[in-house]
Nanobody, 125 residues
């Protein structure tokens, strides 16, 4: 069974940093593109970063220069390094797996078949 487990969330002050991790199991991790989504209370879910199977990445404009998505295929782990955090970044962050295998290093709202339970990120002003 496909399973994704996020960790690394927490509470930080504006300007701080966090590193999120997503441990994947139950599928061939290296064959699938991945992404990080986030959702704040009362807001729609938004994709913030994506990474393909070859390491190519794509980001929302509002996180460019601050967030870095990466993957370690040997460890079946996806990462999101978040620097210079802002209160607007406060949300539940989810790791997501593309529904189809292949290299898709670009943002997309659809086409994800598996999700983790999320990890909360809270940024105070």
């Amino acid at each position: 069974q496909e399973h994704l487990v996020e960790s690394g969330g927490g509470s930080v002050q504006a300007g701080g940093s966090l590193r999120l991790s997503c441990l994947a199991s139950g599928y061939s991790f290296s064959l699938y593109s991945m992404a990080w989504f986030r959702q704040a209370p009362g807001k729609k879910r938004d994709v913030v970063a994506a990474i393909g199977t070859k390491g190519g990445t794509d980001y929302r404009d509002y996180v460019k220069g601050r967030f870095t998505i990466s993957r370690d295929d040997s460890a079946n782990t996806l990462y999101l390094q978040m620097n210079n955090l802002k209160p607007e970044d406060t949300a539940m962050y989810y790791c997501a797996k593309r529904s189809s295998s292949g290299d898709y290093p670009f943002l997309g709202l659809l086409g994800y078949s598996s999700w983790g339970q999320g990890t909360q990120v809270t940024v105070s002003s």
